[in-house]
């Protein structure tokens, strides 16, 4: 029986995976700072192992044990950003990934799939942003930058290694538990102009494309995981809306974004046309190519 093992499996993404992975009859080990887990009384496959994976301990001894490993962990990105926050965001990814792969059994045939985020090409107005679009240079792009590197030099090990570089997850919970509230109130509608490129994926063909690449044991390198359909926020925020019953006619000012969210704020301002096209040239089917299809997915009654 395959082991697979999954940091930050207590979050909203790693829970749905490793729910998918039990039910295909893998044995799961899932890791996080939470006590306990609610599929420790629900699956027999399953192990906990809580602890602080920016630090080294005798957690790393079941990455060594591990076939698969897929690296989920990292602290909450929407919170406004203090100077100590920042730092929090950047140990949690990069010192967690620098700690598995020094764990990983060299000459073992291992195979790592480890996050990385869309907001490392920045800015990019309307140009289409592949794999190969190289790096911006601010903070959120620094932290995936570094990310990556960590998790590729289990390729010195002989592992395979993919980065899965997330845009907006969108699903029952996450980013849309944020969003719905206020356009449940009649206040919603787009950031800023709404110009500006929206990244998104549900949450269903992010867990389907992590089997497809597991299952398929030649795919690796780096994959955009975005819906195939960009849309501008504008038009995000619309079909949001025309799913909940509810108006978009209601902006939040890019100054009030900035203000309220500081450096956050000015992130989610940045346009990023994403396409998977490494998925899709992999032999990828979506599920839910279009947000309207996603969203009707999610809110249906």
Not at 99 to 110: F, L, P, S, Y
Not at 179 to 200: E, H, I, N, R, V
Not at 244 to 270: T, Y
Request: with cysteine; glycine share 10%; proline share 4%.
């Amino acid at each position: 029986m395959k082991k697979i093992l999954i940091t930050g499996a207590s979050g909203f993404i790693g829970k749905k995976i490793a729910r998918l992975f039990l039910l295909k009859g893998y044995s799961v080990i899932g890791m996080g700072t939470s006590p306990k887990h609610p599929f420790s009384g629900q699956f027999q496959g399953f192990d906990w192992i809580s602890a602080d994976t920016t630090i080294k301990g005798k957690w790393q001894d079941k990455v060594a044990e591990s076939d698969i490993i897929i690296n989920l962990a990292g602290r909450n990105i929407f919170r406004y950003w203090t100077k100590k926050y920042k730092q929090a965001i950047y140990n949690s990814r990069i010192l967690t990934t620098r700690h598995i792969v020094n764990a990983m059994e060299k000459g073992k045939a291992q195979t790592l799939l480890t996050t990385s985020a869309i907001g490392i090409y920045g800015d990019c107005k309307d140009e289409v942003l592949t794999e190969k679009r190289s790096a911006a240079n601010d903070f959120l792009a620094d932290v995936c930058v570094n990310w990556e590197a960590e998790g590729l030099k289990a390729q010195e090990k002989g592992a395979r290694v993919v980065v899965m570089r997330f845009g907006v997850v969108l699903g029952d919970k996450g980013a849309l538990a944020l969003m719905t509230p206020a356009f449940k109130m009649f206040a919603g509608g787009p950031l800023g102009d709404g110009q500006q490129w929206f990244p998104w994926i549900h949450v269903r063909d992010l867990e389907k494309a992590i089997e497809f690449i597991i299952e398929n044991k030649e795919t690796k390198g780096v994959f955009n995981f975005t819906g195939p359909t960009p849309v501008r926020q504008k038009q995000f925020a619309k079909a949001l809306g025309h799913a909940l019953n509810r108006p978009a006619f209601m902006p939040a000012p890019s100054f009030m974004v900035k203000a309220i969210m500081g450096e956050l704020g000015r992130s989610l301002l940045q346009s990023q046309r994403a396409i998977p096209k490494n998925l899709l040239d992999s032999g990828y089917s979506f599920s839910f190519p279009t947000v309207t299809s996603a969203f009707e997915d999610i809110f249906r009654k």
